[in-house]
């Protein structure tokens, strides 16, 4: 079988990838084909050809694959949000366990490590406690839409979430099952209402128009309910009459943020923002401890998840009553107060400022007595200095963004030679990585992956390091 760009082809799917791809094998060349599963038979399209592999695009399920069920969600196969929906929720699972275990051997050439089976995750939908939905004036057609004799026009006020590897169109959702249905109301209401006012979506080609984005924040053990309105520009009128309008609609809404981002930057974070209603922030509640969140401060996306996720980092940590922890970008402080029970005294080390302000308004509220934190650059702050104020730490937890740790954070943890170190990370490659260095130092005991994403093929990992004899 030759396989050309552009060419229709029949493919037995094998195995899955990394991002939830499946694999078919021709001749030994791999095809990833998306939204596929071990068993499927399937009509593809080579969309892409390279020496060592080919990209197709699914047009037809010929036969279904053991693994294979009926997407909850009518967006399921084009939408970036879910690339699982497809299959069932053991097999998502065992996959998760398996990309670990692939990344821990070929990137950390950790051959003789066993990965953990997956802590599974009991709430399989509606589980997030945040949705950030992009605006914009063009929307993603289907491929029916695009088959069709008529033309069919893209432009619209499009609210939803971006199509896969699309940043230039935006999927209109018209139903979402990961955050609570709330959440979609809000959204379906602010594009409405933009709509019938004559708002106009941000435009970022030429950088024009006014509604950038909606963030929804809801807490799992309060009633508290964050809708933060991204703009382009300052409009205090329009967006007081549609903060009033949403408020009217869905009085469950407890604060009302507008960010405005006037740069050419496509984050929902504003360059400043302004309380348009309530207090600015939600509380919500992790292992007993109460926690301020900003509208962009970091917080776990799955709240109940995330303290089956502690549970293992304060498991592996094996912290005494006067032991010295630091907490490597700690946040809003959640790792670090929820480990604080257990030991002597907490250092956290944390780079966004609002964070870094909203941990300590945590750990006043919770009367924690035995926790500080430290702002800077990981790599400024994180050296002999800290060390010299605050004494050597008997364990270290850290949890670096998904790009991992700077090679000289890596480096001067090995210097530093901590007994035990936890490593917690919502990316395993660049985890497996870093491990590979302190490999060099640590024995790596365990890798627990714990699934904060059902649907999705993202995974949370927990690795258990302790300094070698």
């Not at 379906?188 to 006012?197: A, G, I, L, P, Q």
Request: charged share 25%; aromatic share 8%.
């Amino acid at each position: 079988m030759k396989l050309k760009k552009g060419a229709d082809v029949e493919l037995d799917i094998e195995s899955t990838a990394f991002k939830g791809k499946g694999i078919a094998k021709v001749d030994g060349l791999a095809v990833f084909v998306p939204n596929t599963t071990p068993g499927d038979r399937v009509r593809a399209r080579i969309i892409k050809r390279k020496k060592n592999y080919c990209e197709a695009k699914l047009l037809e399920v010929i036969e279904e694959g053991p693994r294979r069920i009926e997407p909850r969600c009518g967006h399921a196969r084009m939408c970036g949000g879910c690339s699982w929906q497809h299959v069932d929720y053991a097999s998502q699972l065992e996959f998760k366990q398996g990309q670990v275990q692939d990344h821990m051997e070929r990137i950390g050439g950790l051959k003789e490590l066993e990965v953990n089976p997956v802590i599974g995750c009991d709430k399989t939908f509606y589980y997030r406690n945040k949705m950030e939905y992009s605006i914009g004036h063009k929307r993603w057609l289907s491929r029916e839409e695009i088959e069709r004799d008529e033309y069919v026009s893209d432009r619209c006020f499009a609210a939803g979430l971006h199509a896969p590897g699309r940043y230039d169109k935006i999927l209109n959702l018209q139903e979402c099952h990961l955050q609570e249905p709330i959440s979609y109301e809000i959204l379906d209401f602010v594009r409405s209402y933009c709509t019938e006012h004559d708002i106009a979506p941000f435009n970022t080609i030429d950088n024009k128009g006014f509604m950038r984005n909606v963030v929804i924040r809801n807490a799992a053990h309060t009633d508290d309910l964050m809708v933060n309105l991204v703009t382009f520009r300052d409009d205090e009128e329009i967006m007081q009459a549609m903060a009033d309008a949403l408020l009217e609609q869905f009085p469950r809404i407890t604060t009302i943020i507008n960010n405005i981002n006037d740069t050419k930057s496509p984050t929902a974070v504003g360059r400043y923002e302004k309380v348009l209603h309530g207090p600015g922030h939600i509380v919500d509640s992790i292992g007993g401890y109460r926690f301020s969140i900003d509208a962009n401060a970091f917080f776990q996306t799955n709240t109940e998840q995330a303290e089956r996720l502690y549970e293992t980092a304060r498991s592996f940590a094996d912290l005494k009553s006067g032991d010295l922890l630091f907490d490597l970008y700690c946040g809003v402080g959640t790792l670090s107060l929820f480990m604080s029970e257990m030991a002597g005294h907490v250092v956290g080390i944390e780079n966004v400022e609002v964070a870094i302000e909203n941990a300590r308004t945590n750990a006043k509220n919770n009367g924690v007595e035995n926790v500080e934190f430290v702002k800077g650059d990981m790599r400024d702050v994180f050296n002999q200095s800290i060390v010299a104020e605050f004494g050597s730490p008997d364990c270290i937890v850290t949890d670096p963004p998904r790009s991992g740790m700077h090679p000289d954070v890596v480096a001067y943890l090995n210097k530093l030679k901590v007994p035990r170190l936890v490593y917690v990370s919502c990316n395993s490659s660049t985890m497996a990585r870093d491990l590979k260095e302190l490999n060099e130092v640590y024995d790596i005991l365990e890798v627990q992956p714990v699934d904060m994403f059902p649907q999705t093929y993202h995974i949370e990992t927990v690795a258990n390091l302790r300094l070698r004899e």
